[in-house]
């Protein structure tokens, strides 16, 4: 019996000290300036932390947790936490993870398959690039779940038919998989359908009162930085990752083979070609008046009335304890703001970097960068975004450009394989180690860091406006 309580306890060390350090806590004097449920939120917040890094307890169980926490610390009734997990972000996240599941019912991946490689033919360095391009172009718009759900199964397709060995083809697979990983993640940051976490900051921007960020506005400050980075980003890869092989014409031929069995187009392929395109038009042209997440939904609707996808099948591969996180965080992230904790601790993190923000105006923003990419490389990027968003925009500095900076800087999930959930995806094949994140990351990150610095002082200067 003993032994077994000592087991558990070994186990569960993080919990067990996770319940300490917020019985502590919690029963401390809080400091001058901040509020008995701010300091609390504050509370949550560390205890959260502690379990995600540590992974201690399940994720889902994290976020009953945060509701748990909210109410018995006070910080507000049942009714008023029930109400702050539902929000318009959490409808889109949902939406995004439901239509994931739709478009890779219908089997579009094999006929995006042939169409790469019509385009690049052989060579493998081409082959990098039209995985690089078409997967960044493709998250900028559906989300890296669906995008890496879609093209992976390619990408190991093209490595088995080359060699049965891993270990003679290591390079030239990291290449391919890395070409689809980090072009998921720079392809994330394009326009608000691209993360969960963009369209979290574009929530906390309306909901605070601050700004009305539509799809258009978005792309306006995203888009251009995504797409500079494209050859610089193809160049990094070469330079990591020298591939074995210079060609794969057996592999192609094999692949060619496969996909061209499966004949035309079907009618319901094309009909859900055709409704996802007027949900993209949806969330241009109406998110504006009644939210993306209500437009996500509404296209979920539309593939279940059409039979495209059941209703079964979307219940079993849709992650809801993904959306049961996000929705914990986000109402976490907006009880920081609403309690004031946000603006007290924007205020002391200020009133530390005041003599080096009274020297480089650009100081601010550089350590929401930083912050935000180790957040992010510990953490989910959108949980990131939803626990530091309503912190950085209580900085000082242009709001809009502070929620731009976090909402991108947590794109930078380049080191770890919990960083960005392409990386996530791919790293549970087994064929990419932690090694080999760092490798590349690095330099990912800096060149990404770069771009973000030359848009905050060229050019989203130029094209702000009070929104």
């Excluded at 077994?4 to 569960?12: N, P, R």
């Excluded at 992230?333 to 007290?344: D, I, K, V, Y």
């Excluded at 990027?381 to 502070?402: C, D, R």
Aim: glycine letters at 8%; proline letters at 3%.
């Amino acid at each position: 019996m003993l032994r077994a309580v000592l087991y558990w306890v070994s186990q569960k060390r993080w919990l067990l000290f996770a319940a300490v350090l917020s019985f502590v806590l919690y029963n401390l004097p809080y400091p001058d300036g901040i509020s008995a449920n701010g300091y609390r939120t504050i509370n949550i917040v560390i205890i959260v932390l502690i379990l995600i890094v540590s992974e201690a307890v399940p994720l889902p169980a994290i976020a009953l947790l945060i509701a748990v926490l909210q109410v018995t610390f006070g910080i507000g009734d049942s009714s008023e936490v029930a109400r702050s997990f539902m929000s318009d972000a959490v409808f889109f996240i949902m939406g995004s993870l439901m239509l994931a599941v739709a478009i890779v019912k219908q089997g579009l991946d094999a006929r995006l398959t042939l169409g790469i490689l019509a385009l690049t033919g052989t060579k493998v360095t081409s082959i990098m690039w039209g995985f690089f391009i078409i997967s960044l172009l493709l998250t900028s718009f559906i989300g890296e779940h669906a995008v890496v759900a879609m093209l992976l199964p390619v990408v190991l397709t093209l490595v088995r038919n080359t060699s049965e060995d891993k270990g003679e083809v290591k390079n030239l697979t990291n290449l391919l998989l890395f070409a689809l990983i980090y072009g998921s993640i720079i392809g994330s940051i394009g326009t608000p359908s691209g993360g969960a976490r963009n369209a979290i900051m574009i929530g906390y921007w309306r909901d605070f009162g601050l700004a009305q960020i539509g799809y258009l506005k978005w792309m306006t400050y995203t888009y251009p930085l995504m797409l500079i980075q494209i050859p610089f980003a193809g160049w990094i890869l070469l330079r990591a990752f020298k591939p074995e092989h210079q060609r794969l014409d057996r592999a192609v031929r094999k692949l060619r083979a496969q996909v061209g069995r499966s004949g035309e187009l079907t009618r319901q392929q094309i009909l859900a070609i055709i409704l996802f395109v007027l949900i993209f038009l949806g969330w241009i042209f109406l998110s504006d008046h009644i939210g993306m997440g209500i437009v996500a939904l509404g296209g979920v609707f539309l593939y279940l009335a059409t039979g495209l996808v059941e209703w079964q099948e979307i219940n079993q591969r849709t992650n809801w304890g993904v959306v049961l996180l996000f929705a914990a965080v986000i109402s976490l992230g907006t009880q920081l703001s609403n309690t004031g904790a946000a603006l007290w601790l924007a205020q002391h993190l200020l009133s530390l970097m005041d003599p080096v923000l009274q020297q480089f105006a650009l100081a601010q923003y550089l350590l929401v960068m930083v912050v935000t990419t180790v957040v992010a490389n510990v953490m989910s990027p959108s949980a990131t975004v939803a626990m530091l968003g309503p912190l950085f925009i209580n900085f000082e500095g242009n709001t809009i450009f502070l929620g731009f900076t976090t909402a991108v800087a947590s794109a930078f999930g380049y080191f770890t394989t919990v960083g960005s959930p392409a990386g996530m995806i791919v790293a549970a094949t087994g064929l990419v180690k932690a090694k080999d994140f760092l490798r590349a990351g690095w330099r990912f990150a800096l060149m990404s860091a770069f771009f973000l610095i030359l848009a905050l002082l060229f050019y989203w200067p130029r094209i702000y406006t009070d929104v």
